[in-house]
């Protein structure tokens, strides 16, 4: 693993969905097992300082950086999307010449060792971004892989998005990157709105970043239930009986 390397972890969501009688805390800091989300995902960046980690935070923000007063935060004031999330830490990142991980504050079952092989696979390849992929069940949220003949990246298109033929592809974007900072956020600068949600997508940055000649590289594993982002109470359901029972397994 190498020394020069942030995290941006996006953490700026109300959790619509999630809301209950008992709670209208942000979505990250909703608790599982007694922890909120968003400390899962911490926990499984060690080897990041937290004078490295940028918590983009938006909704209710005093709650989040109360409870993680050690690290450094971005406003999303406006909810535009992801790529307008990650525009939000520019200013942390500029002159940093090193990579970049892009991670999300409500995805807590994404493993130590996971991001570990994912990063040092950007390295080894010389990537210039890295998309961690994978395939689930329950693929009804997640955005398609599109390679092209060879098996090369082509693009990722979001759901709601997609063609019904792009619908079939089994290879599914985990909202997982590693970007080379500068190249990120030049591209970053180039993002535009015509979709369907009319927001500005980190998923279009690396098929910008093709067109002007950067290496993307994709990095497939076996994903299972890591790939869960919570944005349902059923989902912090599962979650918390996931690490309950890796908890009482070990």
Do not use: W
Request: aromatic share 8%; with cysteine; hydrophobic share 40%.
């Amino acid at each position: 693993m190498e020394n020069n390397l942030k995290a941006v972890v996006l953490a700026a969501g109300k959790g619509t969905r999630l809301k209950s009688d008992d709670s209208d805390a942000p979505k990250v800091m909703r608790k599982a097992c007694g922890k909120p989300l968003l400390r899962y995902v911490l926990d499984a960046i060690p080897y990041v300082g937290k004078e490295d980690i940028i918590i983009v935070v938006g909704y209710k923000k005093d709650m989040v950086t109360a409870e993680f007063n050690d690290y450094i935060f971005a406003e999303q004031v406006e909810q535009l999307g992801t790529g307008h999330a990650v525009m939000a830490a520019k200013s942390e990142l500029a002159g940093f010449d090193g990579n970049v991980l892009i991670s999300y504050g409500d995805m807590p079952l994404v493993k130590r060792e996971t991001y570990e092989a994912f990063l040092n696979s950007h390295i080894e390849q010389g990537n210039d971004c890295t998309i961690l992929t994978g395939e689930v069940a329950d693929d009804t949220q997640f955005g398609r892989i599109v390679r092209d003949a060879d098996g090369s990246f082509l693009c990722i298109t979001e759901v709601k998005d997609c063609t019904p033929e792009q619908l079939k592809i089994t290879e599914l974007n985990s909202g997982v990157y590693v970007f080379k900072a500068q190249m990120m956020l030049e591209a970053l600068g180039k993002l535009k709105n015509n979709n369907s949600q009319n927001e500005y997508y980190l998923t279009d940055v690396p098929a910008i970043m093709l067109s002007d000649g950067a290496k993307i590289g994709l990095y497939k594993r076996d994903l299972g239930y890591e790939m869960i982002g919570v944005n349902t109470l059923q989902q912090l359901a599962q979650v918390e009986q996931i690490i309950s029972a890796a908890g009482n397994s070990t």
